[in-house]
């Protein structure tokens, strides 16, 4: 620790530097853990003031050292057993890579932001964060899969605080040649450049990669001296600019990506966009397709039935749309390539009969051109199809073709080093080989309670050790006094229960949900048995109530009572959630319900055995259960957002008072006792929920055998025999467009009393249907039934397939002639008011994504 305050105290930047190559000398030949934790705490410390990376110089320090240890066998022998682990995880076929894959197969997964490590800054929050442990899952499962996203020179904004509290931003520059990058080249040796026609000038981007274990991360760069003054500047920022540039940036992912991964020999079987900001892949998709010999039509079947798409959010803003007037230049300029009119193109992007002038929505063009579309929890797959189902009109909500995959987190990322050591003690040392195996589940329950308590307390203590360092550090930039520097070395109690609260600053979040009764806020935070907050979070630069609700939280730090119990950590980055969720007793989460897409926070806090206390919403709606966690509320909605925060504010206190805050204190009832016993049990709980339901490699499992392999055995199928099951569906597709108007179907006839049936009681339904030049074969007729609601419609609906039993003309004469019987046998199941009616589709499933679809109901 004394080399530690002698490195913060050192007067500049290179002085740290020199300082830290003497001690890289004097540690290389006694390296130990405490070694390794004090470099990288001063890693952490250079990098968040300099942007420096102190690993990259440790070769030129140590030459000598090196020279020497080249002649010591034993440790040649020791880093020939490192390089062949490095390789077998980065360079060989993974053990539970699936058979179905083959040589050349390709996976292309797109991005706007991937959060692999803080040290490569190109994420801005929980998209990013997903993201990277979505790769370093599928690089463990040894998935065919390349990543491509945006290289930002500036990333997303730096956060500080005046002396307000009032969130500021600085866009300090990435020093790209001390990134782990590496430009991609062409076969001839010359850097690799991609272009993309734009109006007035073609946009230009280098390619480079960062290797993420087995996975690639192919990165655009707009800044070269190709690219006039302002598109230089469409990779400077995450999420900045203006309009404009988002739209640059969204063409230079989706279209510009596409193309990189063409230059460099790869050919994607299947897309998957990760949110909309890609969604343009489509047409640079079509291009290709029909650049190789393909018709349009044709290439549209190949292209729906291989993307893949992922919609994150359920807040309308956060689904990108654009002017016409804005997007038509840019269409312009691609369209003569594609074969087809701007307009055409434009449509692709709005519902069905949209006006000429409505916006180009990339969700919209997404879901149209995917066949496989998810939401991240199963409650948010409930609410995206409860908000796109315009898209399909007269078709049921529960049947939009959106489903749900659960988010899930990188386990080895996220868990302390302290249960680090327990997972490989009572789970075996390759346990991090197969996150998620539920035969682990056994030996999480055989860890000792008092060996995890213990394992947790350190955590927690380092944990108020760094947010001491934060605390002190932030006070030096804002000039503070002795006093106040002084009072921040003792910030926080290792004893005391801990409650994190970290996470975007959006106003459906509600951090400010704890300040709504401030006086029992303050209560809880002085009792006997109290506890101290951790709030930590940026809003965005635009967000003023976002910053409005941090400035708030700091005014309240600031009571003189209470400034030692709670504190805002400025600049949330990676680096800091670590050290938050593998230290923290509580986590917690008061979103406004229905507005968490999923949420992963929460998720690697519990692995780490904090108690998650929580609305029910996002990936805690179907997680909760009373041995793991707390719920706030019991999955109530509200229309009035003033009454509803009173309401769950003091349900949040009671719940703090009554139920979380004894439960922690139990052991002070009994001295002897190594940590509350009630309180363990439900760590082990929450660890076990966490370690298989919500694992990354449950989840890239679910996308691979949900999704890819399905997708990619598609892809085979359809470009087979020079596209002959391709080219079928576009035949039939446009024999479904010509013919369906054709079609109607009469009234449901029950062929019983229904007045008299009781539960048991079985009778036939038979509706007449008109399928003009149609076969019976080529459609599903169903009986659509269920309990009817107060106004006569039918809830929860369920469907009986009906079959041709005969032809006729003396069926209904407003159906005309040549009208078919479909008929079904209906089984009274339970009691109640029920309803049915009768409906048609084309037979199998081949085109459910279709926008607006083929879907006819019985008049």
């Known amino acids: 620790m004394q080399a530690l305050q002698l490195f913060t105290i050192a007067p500049a930047v290179p002085e740290k530097i020199r300082f830290l190559e003497a001690l890289a000398r004097n540690l290389w030949w006694s390296w130990n853990a405490d070694a390794t934790e004090l470099f990288r705490r001063i890693n952490r410390e250079l990098w968040k003031e300099t942007k420096f990376n102190p690993v990259l110089f440790l070769s030129r320090v140590a030459q000598d050292q090196l020279t020497a240890l080249a002649t010591d066998e034993s440790f040649m022998t020791h880093l020939g057993r490192v390089r062949q682990a490095f390789e077998k995880e980065t360079l060989q076929p993974a053990d539970t890579r699936s058979p179905v894959y083959a040589p050349g197969d390709c996976i292309a997964y797109f991005c706007a932001e991937f959060g692999v490590h803080e040290s490569l800054p190109l994420f801005a929050g929980g998209l990013g964060a997903l993201a990277g442990d979505h790769l370093k899952a599928a690089s463990n499962m040894g998935l065919p899969l390349v990543a491509v996203g945006l290289l930002y020179r500036q990333g997303y904004f730096r956060q500080y605080l005046n002396n307000d509290g009032w969130q500021q931003e ?90 990189a991964l063409y230059e460099m020999g790869l050919e994607p079987q299947v897309c998957h966009m990760n949110e909309g900001h890609s969604a343009f892949i489509s047409l640079e998709r079509l291009a290709r397709l029909m650049g190789n010999g393909l018709d349009k039509k044709t290439a549209m079947e190949i292209i729906v039935r291989t ?76 609410v995206a199809r409860r908000m796109w189902m315009h898209l399909w009109p007269g078709r049921p909500e529960d049947e939009i073709p959106i489903t749900s995959i659960t988010n899930g987190v990188h386990t080895p990322s996220w868990l302390s080093p302290e249960n680090t050591l327990l997972f490989n003690r009572y789970l075996g040392p390759q346990w991090h080989t197969k996150p998620g195996d539920a035969a682990m589940l056994e030996r999480i329950d055989q860890i000792p309670d008092e060996e995890l308590w213990r394992a947790h307390e350190l955590s927690r203590s380092c944990l108020i050790r760094e947010c001491r360092e934060w605390m002190t550090r932030q006070m030096h930039r804002r000039n503070a006094g002795k006093a106040e520097l002084e009072a921040a070395k003792s910030v926080l109690d290792p004893a005391i229960l801990t409650i994190g609260f970290a996470r975007r600053f959006a106003t459906y979040k509600r951090a400010g949900l704890f300040l709504h009764d401030a006086a029992r806020f303050e209560a809880l935070l002085t009792g006997e048995t109290p506890i101290q907050v951790i709030f930590a979070g940026k809003a965005h630069p635009r967000d003023n109530e976002g910053k409005e609700i941090i400035r708030q939280i700091v005014h309240f730090s600031h009571r003189a009572q209470v400034r030692h119990r709670i504190i805002f950590i400025e600049d949330y980055d990676i680096d800091v959630a670590r050290f938050l969720v593998q230290g923290v007793d509580v986590w917690l989460n008061t979103p406004r319900r229905l507005l968490e897409a999923s949420g992963t926070s929460g998720m690697k806090a519990a692995i780490n055995g904090a108690l998650n206390v929580s609305i029910l919403d996002g990936w805690w709606d179907e997680a909760y259960a009373p041995e793991r966690g707390w719920s706030i509320g019991r999955r109530e909605e509200y229309q009035d957002a003033g009454y509803q925060d009173a309401v769950e504010s003091q349900v949040l206190y009671n719940l703090l008072e009554s139920e979380v805050i004894p439960c922690f204190y139990t052991r002070l009832n009994d001295p002897a006792q190594a940590g509350p016993a009630p309180w363990v049990k439900m760590m082990k709980a929450a660890i076990k929920m966490a370690f298989v339901s919500f694992s990354s490699h449950r989840m890239v499992r679910e996308y691979e055998e949900r999704f890819y392999i399905p997708a990619l055995q598609r892809s085979r199928a359809l470009r087979a025999d020079n596209a002959a099951e391709a080219h079928a569906l576009v035949k039939q597709h446009a024999r479904l467009a010509r013919l369906w108007p054709q079609i109607r179907a009469g009234r449901p006839v029950a062929q019983a009393e229904l007045g008299r049936l009781r539960m048991g009681d079985a009778f036939t339904v038979t509706v007449p249907v008109r399928l003009g030049e149609l076969h019976p074969e080529e459609v599903a007729v169903e009986l659509y039934y269920g309990q009817l609601n107060m106004k006569g419609a039918i809830t929860a609906g369920h469907r009986q397939p009906m079959t041709a039993s005969r032809k006729t003309d003396d069926g209904l004469p407003e159906l005309g002639q040549g009208q078919h019987i479909f008929e079904c046998r209906l089984e009274c199941r339970t009691t109640g008011r029920y309803g049915f009616t009768a409906r048609i589709m084309p037979h199998g499933d081949a085109w459910t994504q279709t926008l607006p679809g083929f879907l006819t109901w019985a008049e």
């Open 170 to 259: 600085t866009y300090p520059e990435n020093e790209i040649h001390n990134l782990p990058l590496e430009r991609v080249l062409k076969p001839d040796g010359n850097p690799l450049t991609v272009h993309i026609p734009a109006p007035g000038h073609a946009l230009h981007a280098a390619v480079w990669k960062v290797q993420v274990g087995r996975i690639p991360i192919i990165l655009l760069d707009s800044n070269i001296p190709d690219n006039p003054p302002d598109w230089r500047d469409v990779t400077c920022q995450l999420y900045g600019g203006d309009h404009r540039t988002r739209l640059l940036q969204e063409i230079l992912l989706g279209i510009g990506g596409l193309r």
């Open 307 to 382: 993307n893949v798409f992922t919609t994150h959010t359920p807040v309308a803003a956060g689904h990108d749309e654009f002017h016409v007037d804005m997007l038509r230049p840019f269409f312009e300029a691609l369209h003569e390539s594609l074969h087809t009119t701007v307009d055409d193109l434009l449509s692709l992007g709005r519902e069905a009969h949209a006006a000429d002038s409505a916006p180009v929505s990339m969700t919209v063009l997404a879901l149209r051109l995917s066949q496989y579309c998810n939401g991240v929890s199963r409650l948010h797959g409930a």
